[in-house]
């Protein structure tokens, strides 16, 4: 939420960079593409082990994250993303996945956000923009 005389978050440059971790190589890709052409700069990783890997080096580094929820080895995304959580309290995450169920909001961290498959670009960039703003 934007307070008076404060500036909004919302990513106006590439400065802002995204995590996507996402097992399936097109899926990343069409992430990255649609968030690159509203601006952001995203790292894809395709596992668990990479993503962890990645937030240990920069763990104030990345805007945000979206995690699969299902990922095919390891930890599911939830399981990254309260790692996230441990190393970037404000960190925003969105969670995509095939079929939310009821269990899933129990799972997630606090305020995060689903988008389910499949998504337009349009979804996936305001469900991004939406949790910046916050």
Known sequence: MQRSGQTSRVPR?????VLVVEDEPDVCALIEDAL?????SVDCVYSDAEAYAALERDPHGYSALIADINLR?????????????????????IYVT???TGSDAANSVSDGAFVL????PD?????????LER
Do not use: C, I
Request: hydrophobic share 40%.
């Open 13 to 17: 440059t590439a400065a802002f960079r």
């Open 36 to 40: 690159a052409e509203s601006g952001y």
């Open 73 to 93: 080895e390891g930890t599911t995304g939830f399981d990254v993303a309260r790692f996230a959580r441990r190393q970037n309290a404000d960190l925003p995450v």
């Open 98 to 100: 095939g079929a939310a």
């Open 117 to 120: 498959k499949p998504f337009t």
């Open 123 to 131: 979804e996936l960039v305001g469900a991004v923009r939406e949790r």
